[in-house]
Each structure stands twice: as structure tokens, then as C-alpha cells.
């Protein structure tokens, strides 16, 4: 079982910048940042693999960054011209090579953009 823990989150203005972080147990192939709004579902961020492919949703792109560093099982996100929507709780989840869905979920951090 790999176990996942988030940090980071806080409360930001519109247009501030957060970094969220991940450790995880052991290093495994696919981490990611996936968000829940209130009222909404849930919903993938970002993700990246430990050969370094990333993957970005389209409301993301430009404004926020994920990393890892395999050497710590560590899993960032980089988060840059926060918008109020961006307010969700952000979970950071991973998944062996084998699985086709992301097996392992934080507790989450919760983020909030204030207007």
C-alpha cells in the first residue's frame, strides 16, 4: 500500500501562487494532482510519470507546473495565477505501470482563491 501525504495548501488571492507538495512512501510510475470543487467532481490536474511525461488539463496550462523527484518520492505542484475557481480540495494520487486508474489517494490539501 503506498501511502500519500499532502502539504502546502492555504488561502491565496486571485492571482498568487501556492506550491503543493506530495510524499509518498515509495517511488512508483504515475503521480498526480487531481482537484475537487465545491459542488463539482473530481477532476485531474496534472500528472507525471517517473520517466518525466507529463500530462496538463487545459485550464491549467500556462499557470501551474508539476515536477517529482524520484530520489525523495516527491510530487510538487507549482501553482501560478490562481484564479477563484482554482478553490478546491487537491488530491495527489499515483498508480503502478500495471494499473489504468489511479489507485493510491491522498488526504487531500485544501486550496482557496479568494476574489
Known amino acids: 500500500q503506498v501511502q500519500l501525504v499532502e502539504s502546502g495548501g492555504g488561502l491565496v488571492q486571485a492571482g498568487g501562487s501556492l506550491r503543493l507538495s506530495c510524499a509518498a512512501s515509495?517511488?512508483?510510475?504515475?503521480m498526480g494532482w487531481h482537484r475537487q470543487g465545491p459542488g463539482k467532481e473530481r477532476e485531474l490536474v496534472a500528472s507525471?510519470?517517473?520517466?518525466?511525461?507529463?500530462y496538463y488539463a487545459e485550464f491549467v496550462k500556462g499557470r501551474f507546473t508539476v515536477s517529482r523527484d524520484n530520489a525523495k518520492n516527491m510530487l510538487y505542484l507549482q501553482m501560478n495565477s490562481l484564479k477563484p475557481e482554482d478553490t478546491a480540495m487537491y488530491y495527489c494520487?499515483?498508480?503502478?505501470?500495471?494499473?489504468?486508474?489511479?489507485?493510491?489517494w491522498g488526504q487531500g490539501t485544501q486550496v482557496t482563491v479568494s476574489s
Open positions: 494520487a499515483a498508480r503502478h505501470f500495471v494499473h489504468n486508474e489511479y489507485r493510491y
Open positions: 515509495e517511488n512508483i510510475f504515475s
Open positions: 507525471v510519470t517517473s520517466e518525466g511525461s507529463t
